[in-house]
T-cell receptor, first 111, second 112 residues
Framework: KAGVTQTPRYLIKTRGQQVTLSCSPI?????VSWYQQTPGQGLQFLFE???????NKGNFPGRFSGRQFSNSRSEMNVSTLELGDSALYLC??????????FGPGTRLTVL | SQKIEQNSEALNIQEGKTATLTCNYT??????LQWYRQDPGRGPVFLLL?????KEKRKERLKVTFDTTLKQSLFHITASQPADSATYLC???????????FGTGTRLLVSP
């Protein structure tokens, strides 16, 4: 089975711009979660989608949003980028509520 | 406040020894706890899951213990190898299954 894929792998944006990141989960996995990883804060939960519905949400501002499509693929969007949004954004899929299968991440740099 | 703490200092050990990593938590009622391995530039990889009613779980050279009284999990790698060098993250799922919360990880360095 193919693993979780994320595109793009690297992205450079400037403050004020917006960005869309994409995630394709493992076939058959209906749950997709997004995390932000920074050296200072570690891995922080952004949101989780299941069958196209946002099931859980972390403590991030409304600039961070996401969606899931009928084929379970997911996108997350960050609007009005700030310098502090520079991070590794990780997507994980899961067949249920247990182990998460992570993708390689998208490294976002905001200048 | 809720906290998950892992030793932020790297753990250096010699090949063949047992590595023990600690995960402490406060103000959580975990349904289960997981351990992940993360290599530089890559996403975490799931290793083991232990439920709140389990004391110990093993998988090959890995062993996890879970003490809900001490609010602590220990992660052991026996007969460690240089290939075990990585950052190890603990994560817990609170009862109510809201979200998986990760510790900041401990870097393990195994020297030949």
């Amino acid at each position: 089975k193919a693993g979780v894929t994320q595109t793009p792998r690297y992205l450079i944006k400037t403050r004020g711009q917006q960005v869309t990141l994409s995630c394709s989960p493992i076939s058959g996995h209906r749950s997709v979660s997004w995390y932000q990883q920074t050296p200072g804060q570690g891995l922080q939960f952004l949101f989780e989608y299941f069958s196209e519905t946002q099931r859980n949400k972390g403590n991030f501002p409304g600039r961070f949003s996401g969606r899931q499509f009928s084929n379970s693929r997911s996108e997350m969007n960050v609007s009005t980028l700030e310098l502090g949004d520079s991070a590794l954004y990780l997507c994980a899929s899961s067949p249920g509520l247990n182990e998460q299968f992570f993708g390689p991440g998208t490294r976002l740099t905001v200048l | 406040s809720q906290k998950i703490e892992q030793n932020s200092e790297a753990l250096n050990i010699q090949e063949g020894k047992t590595a023990t990593l600690t995960c402490n938590y406060t103000n959580y009622s975990p349904a289960y706890l997981q351990w992940y391995r993360q290599d530089p530039g890559r996403g975490p990889v799931f290793l083991l899951l232990i439920r709140e009613n389990e004391k110990e779980k093993r998988k090959e050279r890995l062993k996890v213990t879970f003490d809900t009284t001490l609010k602590q999990s220990l992660f052991h790698i026996t007969a460690s190898q240089p290939a075990d060098s990585a950052t190890y993250l603990c994560a817990l799922m609170n009862t109510g299954f809201q979200k998986l919360v990760f510790g900041t990880g401990t870097r393990l360095l195994v020297s030949p």
